[in-house]
């Protein structure tokens, strides 16, 4: 018996599992041929102090709104982090902990690190962390927000919802609500990454009108007009898909083979899962180029020079034993790993892309390699992190 194995994250069809984090959990095994609409309303705009959730009166720090801007005295000391679904507003070095909200699925920065947008099983919301005002962009009222991400412009959220394994679809919200209810783009798939210039989204996509199968090429979708477009197909199944800071390529990670394991005459699962490795498609050429094996997350560093790469193989364990982080430059011509010990997972670059943070997973800590000197930095260990396993760093500005 054969069995199809898929999941929102790389690291799932590895035949792994994490806890969900910053941007969601598992879906179906089946891409959907069509999508209907979600359930998903914006309310009536509430403009709250200490926000919907606990969220405590903010302290004005940056007098800057505009994206980009922010305020040079807090630059790079905001880290958004998720303790056991529960975020929380830091300072890199685990000071000044704030908590923002429970039973969060999925948070991240705007662009000038003065607003944090979130979702829990409710909505979506959008915190100043200027004034300490919250709004709600949209009421969740079936299903929830699998991931989110904001315009380069800051004045749109896109966000991922799943209502059931056959119903997925991205919301496009404005920021500040203007009244209307998000609009719906249409059925999507895994990861939300906006052009620089903010007039394409990227993720991964599957032909709706052939045979049921997995996602295998890198779809683009117009935000103005809606107008979708395959810019590359694969031969096998493509996961999470980002544009470089520049716009000039996009990384993604793709199956080596189709995500198919044999099932044992006990009917228990074979442990394994398909190689997942990691590719930069030139949007001038379209010829895409292998940087890194048994890749199974990324991320690029703010100005585009680097990329930090989770590696690991599959060894039935959650996350792979060997995990660790690795520094790649996006032609793959220089590489280094920045982790020491493994597994190490999530790593998140600061904004003047110099550091990156990471989880040591087995010492539920966190950890800031510097990449000029590869010099590790570990954050004390304290009560609140003795025993928790689902550390997510969910972004860094």
Excluded at 154 to 161: E, G, N, P, R, V
Excluded at 185 to 192: A, F, K, M
Aim: proline share 8%; hydrophobic share 35%.
């Amino acid at each position: 018996m054969l069995v199809l194995l898929r999941s929102s994250k790389p690291l799932c069809a590895l035949g792994l599992l994490l806890a969900a984090g910053c941007s969601g959990s598992g879906k179906s095994s089946t891409p959907p041929p069509t999508a209907p609409s979600v359930t998903a309303q914006l309310p009536p705009v509430t403009t709250v102090r200490g926000g919907p959730t606990e969220t405590p009166s903010a302290v004005r720090i940056g007098s800057s709104t505009s994206p980009g801007a922010g305020d040079a005295g807090t630059r790079g000391r905001r880290v958004l982090i998720n303790e056991a679904e529960t975020l929380l507003l830091t300072d890199p070095d685990g000071a000044n902990r704030r908590k923002i909200a429970e039973n969060v699925s999925a948070a991240a920065f705007s662009p000038d690190g003065n607003l944090v947008a979130y979702a829990d099983k409710q909505g979506v919301y959008v915190l100043s962390l200027l004034d300490g005002l919250s709004v709600s962009l949209a009421k969740v009222t079936e299903g929830q927000v699998d991931n989110l991400a904001w315009s380069p412009d800051q004045k749109h959220l896109a966000f991922y919802m799943a209502t059931s394994p056959q119903n997925w679809n991205l919301l496009l919200a404005s920021y500040p609500p203007v009244g209307d209810a998000p609009r719906n783009l249409g059925h999507w798939y895994e990861s939300i990454s906006f052009s620089p210039n903010g007039k394409f989204i990227v993720h991964p996509s599957f032909d709706a009108t052939g045979a049921a199968g997995p996602p295998a090429f890198l779809e683009t979708v117009n935000v103005e007009t809606g107008k979708r477009e395959s810019i590359y197909r694969g031969a096998t199944t493509i996961w999470e898909a980002k544009y470089a800071p520049d716009g000039s390529s996009i990384a993604f990670i793709m199956a080596k083979m189709a995500p198919v394991r044999q099932i044992a005459d006990d009917d228990e699962p074979e442990c394994g899962g398909p190689q997942t490795d990691l590719w930069i498609l030139p949007l001038e050429s379209k010829t895409p180029v292998k940087i890194m094996d048994r890749a199974f997350d990324f991320e690029w560093s703010p100005d585009g020079r680097w990329l930090a790469i989770e590696q690991g193989t599959d060894d039935c364990t959650s996350p792979p034993g060997d995990a660790a982080v690795l520094i790649s430059s996006p032609d793959g011509k220089q590489q280094f790993q920045i982790s020491k010990n493994a597994p190490s997972i999530r790593a998140r670059f600061s904004p003047d892309s110099k550091r990156v943070m990471f989880v040591e997973f087995d010492a539920s800590r966190f950890v800031i390699g510097d990449l000029k000197t590869r010099e590790l930095t570990t954050l004390a260990d304290d009560d609140r992190r003795t025993g928790i396993y689902d550390l997510w760093i969910c972004d860094w500005k």
